[in-house]
T-cell receptor, first 110, second 114 residues
Framework: DQQVKQNSPSLSVQEGRISILNCDYT??????FLWYKKYPAEGPTFLIS?????DKNEDGRFTVFLNKSAKHLSLHIVPSQPGDSAVYFC?????????FGAGTRLTVKP | NAGVTQTPKFQVLKTGQSMTLQCAQD?????MSWYRQDPGMGLRLIHY???????DQGEVPNGYNVSRSTTEDFPLRLLSAAPSQTSVYFC?????????????FGSGTRLTVV
């Protein structure tokens, strides 16, 4: 069963605008949530994380929001840049492992 | 600064063959994991290890074995390759559970089973 779901396979935004990537989870025992970015032919790279006791974490252009009651998190990228074009994975951490969503391909158009 | 090194980068196997995917990290990380990436499925956990001598199964462990005799190395063995194991395999490591700084991933091994 997929405990972490990214329902949008792709997203296209204009350079300078906001990108919003969404993720839902089913397991209320997850205690940390993370976002990774992946370029073709490379491994994923860590972007930002948030503890389940917080509802927002910000790092430069990247902000992650967590809504525990809805079991939903989102990643906001503002302003979006062409170099942000990549596949973004959300992940949730359980006791000793990390579960990933299927990914959302973000395209930022100049 | 090597990070996580995976070898080989590409491999073609015939059904029934066995092989070992190598993973080594030089960051003294306790946690190591193996994931496979398939279209539409994202990254699925195969096996993980919380330290030398300790391994456990993830979501999709069938057909794979692991061992962790040293902190640095975490090889993944395919016992009898099947076409369903055609995938991109990623090894990852982290200092703790990867909560604050995430996992460090290798660049992947693309495996095709014919």
């Amino acid at each position: 069963d997929q405990q972490v779901k990214q329902n949008s396979p792709s997203l296209s935004v204009q350079e300078g605008r906001i990108s919003i990537l969404n993720c839902d989870y089913t397991n209320s025992m997850f205690d940390y949530f993370l976002w990774y970015k992946k370029y073709p032919a490379e491994g994923p790279t860590f972007l930002i994380s948030i503890s389940s006791i917080k509802d927002k974490n910000e790092d430069g252009r990247f902000t992650v929001f967590l809504n525990k009651s809805a079991k939903h998190l989102s990643l906001h990228i503002v302003p979006s840049q062409p170099g942000d074009s990549a596949v973004y994975f959300c992940a949730a951490s359980g006791s000793h492992d990390m579960r990933f969503g299927a990914g959302t391909r973000l395209t930022v158009k100049p | 600064n090597a990070g996580v090194t995976q070898t080989p980068k590409f491999q073609v196997l015939k059904t029934g063959q066995s092989m070992t995917l190598q993973c080594a990290q030089d960051m003294n990380h306790e946690y190591m994991s193996w994931y496979r990436q398939d279209p539409g499925m994202g990254l699925r956990l195969i096996h993980y290890s919380v330290g030398a001598g300790i391994t456990d199964q993830g979501e999709v462990p069938n057909g794979y074995n692991v061992s962790r005799s040293t902190t640095e190395d975490f090889p993944l063995r395919l016992l009898s390759a099947a076409p369903s194991q055609t995938s991109v395999y990623f090894c990852a490591s982290s200092y703790d559970r990867g909560l604050i700084y995430g996992y460090t991933f290798g660049s992947g091994t693309r495996l095709t089973v014919v």
